[in-house]
Nanobody
Framework: QVQLVESGGGSVQAGGSLRLSCVASRYITCMGWFRQASGKEREGVAA????????YYADSVKGRFTISQDNAKNTVYLQMNSLNAEDTAMYYCAARGSYVAYDWGSFGYWGQGTQVTVSS
């Protein structure tokens, strides 16, 4: 089992930045961020192979969001820049035991979520 705890959400004006953090209870191979806006399906945002540092992103956030890791702390971060209203959503940290590039499926561990609200 892996427990995930997110933090760092909040409210920001369009064009601003936020950094989300996710602490895992133990090391796990792949960690990612998903989001779900009101009335929409959950979508993958970014993921990282914690052993090698490989990353992948949704097209909608490429160039604006950066996922990174601190393996000593079993923590991943999501730096979000140039935020816009379409980024408003509940953001969830997720994890799984294998890494497959550009695969948003099979994430079996989930955090409780942290809300990000961007006002225009």
């Amino acid at each position: 089992q892996v427990q995930l705890v997110e933090s760092g959400g909040g409210s920001v004006q369009a064009g601003g930045s936020l950094r989300l953090s996710c602490v895992a209870s133990r090391y796990i191979t792949c960690m990612g961020w998903f989001r779900q806006a009101s009335g929409k399906e959950r979508e993958g945002v970014a993921a990282i192979y914690t052993r090698g540092g490989n990353t992948y992103y949704a097209d909608s956030v490429k160039g604006r969001f950066t996922i990174s890791q601190d393996n000593a702390k079993n923590t991943v971060y999501l730096q979000m820049n140039s935020l816009n209203a379409e980024d408003t959503a509940m953001y969830y940290c997720a994890a799984r035991g294998s890494y497959v590039a550009y695969d948003w499926g099979s994430f079996g561990y989930w955090g409780q979520g942290t809300q990000v609200t961007v006002s225009s």
